[in-house]
């Protein structure tokens, strides 16, 4: 990406344009249309026409670069001689007091704003579309058609059959393989080209499906969160270019350019503000019955040293053992390290109906205000102390209370939320959501 080009970026701008200014690091906005993948001294918002609506520009500028006549850095004295329609604007009764606002608007109706820092240099250039519209945030609601959540328990650490695996792992299991999952739809990382690690197959209740009756489990990937897995650039620019239906000339990318044909129908893949990459994939029942896959080998001399998880058991990869044992004196004998690849070793899934959660189908939120709206009861609120609602304490539930380690997420009552052990991950102390309607993924350091 070429920093400078971005400095072209102008209210108007289709997103996919912008997303080829940026290359791999382009991330879709949030729901209101925010970007947080540009660098920090430059902000921009999407339309609801997925188009730029605004932008501001407080990172440095070459001499040889005008936006209206200025350049931040430059002097406002000098941005007056060349634009003669720049004026002092009005002051908000909020604005910051130490600098003026100029602007003015421009003749195809572009609002031109300048803040002037004190020395009368130039702050920030805020270009905006005074028409666009903007997506509004969801607000909160309360489903009352959903009346269950679901608390979710590890049972011990055992070797997981590659099919006909009975009543036992009827839940679903974390760790192992994935059922179902050809070679060519297990999912790649988009910045090294290694397959992603399983992390847990969950089978769910009826009232959490939400993508289709039919689709009746999640199989849920990660990036490994235990190891640095460099990126290669090459793979990675290839990732964020548009798929060509032609194969490409470098045989080196043809493994990813195959993977990116054949990905599964129903995958969804997120990424977290670190670059870490999650996939989850719903199954059907049949998939979900199907044997357990071993994760593809791709061939290309681009790719670097693969990922410790498909070469080691699980003890000597996870720096601690709670990570992949729900109970270190449960093992049954001769498991007790655990592995993917060689003879798969899992945790089943159990699932119990959590009794009188006031939370179910409710949407958890961080501001009081907002919890009014749907009638959702925090758990450290007063009213939720006196309900005792932080004496959940499974590793993974389905709905009703969520218990963040810092702010809420803005999802809806179908979601998931699970710990570091529910699946091996690295959340420094922390634990994740998954809003399963969305398919959106928060997690937060303890």
């Given at each position: 990406m070429n920093n400078q080009d971005l400095l072209t970026v102008?209210?108007?701008?289709?997103?996919?344009?912008?997303?080829?200014?940026?290359g791999r690091r382009w991330r879709e906005p949030d729901e209101e249309g925010h970007l947080t993948c540009l660098p920090k001294d430059m902000i921009a918002r999407l339309d609801s026409e997925r188009m730029v609506g605004c932008v501001t520009f407080a990172c440095s500028m070459p001499k040889s670069v005008l936006i209206e006549g200025m350049r931040t850095g430059g002097a406002i004295t000098d941005a007056l001689t060349v634009n003669p329609f720049l004026a002092p604007l009005l002051e908000e009764p909020d604005a910051a007091v130490d600098c003026a606002t100029y602007g003015f608007?421009?003749?195809?109706?572009?609002?031109?704003?300048?803040?002037?820092?004190?020395?009368?240099?130039?702050?920030?250039?805020?270009?905006?579309?005074?028409?666009?519209?903007?997506?509004?945030?969801?607000?909160?609601?309360?489903?009352?058609?959903?009346?269950?959540?679901?608390?979710?328990?590890?049972?011990?650490?055992?070797?997981?059959?590659?099919?006909?695996?009975?009543?036992?792992?009827?839940?679903?299991?974390?760790?192992?393989?994935?059922?179902?999952?050809?070679?060519?739809?297990?999912?790649?990382?988009?910045?090294?080209?290694?397959?992603?690690?399983?992390?847990?197959?969950?089978?769910?209740?009826?009232?959490?499906?939400?993508?289709?009756?039919?689709?009746?489990?999640?199989?849920?990937?990660?990036?490994?969160?235990?190891e640095e897995l460099s990126s290669v650039e090459k793979i990675a620019d290839y990732f964020a270019t548009p798929l060509c239906p032609t194969p490409p000339d470098d045989s080196d990318l043809l493994p990813f350019w195959q993977h990116r044909q054949g990905r599964h129908a129903r995958s969804c893949m997120m990424s977290d503000i670190l670059g870490t990459q999650f996939c989850a994939i719903w199954l059907t029942q049949r998939e979900f019955d199907d044997e357990l896959r071993l994760p593809p080998r791709p061939v290309s001399e681009l790719l670097e040293d693969p990922p410790f998880w498909a070469q080691k058991y699980y003890s000597d990869h996870f720096y601690d053992g709670s990570l992949y044992v729900e109970n270190e004196n449960a093992i049954i004998v001769g498991v007790a390290h655990g592995s993917a690849s060689f003879d798969p070793v899992a945790s089943p899934i159990s699932t119990g109906i959590r009794a009188d959660d006031p939370n179910v189908g409710r949407s958890p939120r961080e501001w009081e205000s907002e919890c009014a709206v749907s009638g959702y009861i925090k758990a450290f609120s007063e009213r939720g102390e006196e309900l005792n609602l932080s004496r959940w304490d499974s590793i993974a539930h389905l709905g009703g209370t969520m218990q963040p380690q810092q702010g809420y997420p803005e999802f809806g009552p179908y979601y998931l939320e699970f710990e570091e052990g529910f699946g091996g991950f690295n959340f420094g102390c922390g634990n994740a959501q998954l809003d399963l309607q969305q398919m959106k993924i928060d997690w937060a350091c303890g």
């Open positions: 102008r209210p108007g701008m289709l997103a996919s344009a912008l997303a080829t200014i940026l608007t421009s003749a195809d109706g572009t609002k031109v704003i300048a803040k002037v820092n004190q020395d009368n240099t130039l702050r920030s250039i805020r270009l905006e579309n005074p028409s666009a519209a903007y997506c509004e945030p969801t607000l909160p609601i309360f489903d009352p058609s959903l009346t269950r959540a679901f608390d979710l328990a590890m049972g011990a650490q055992r070797v997981l059959p590659r099919n006909n695996r009975g009543e036992e792992w009827s839940g679903g299991w974390t760790l192992a393989l994935p059922p179902g999952i050809a070679p060519a739809e297990w999912p790649l990382s988009p910045c090294n080209g290694h397959p992603l690690r399983h992390a847990f197959t969950l089978y769910l209740p009826p009232e959490y499906r939400t993508k289709g009756e039919e689709l009746v489990a999640l199989c849920m990937f990660v990036d490994d969160q235990h």
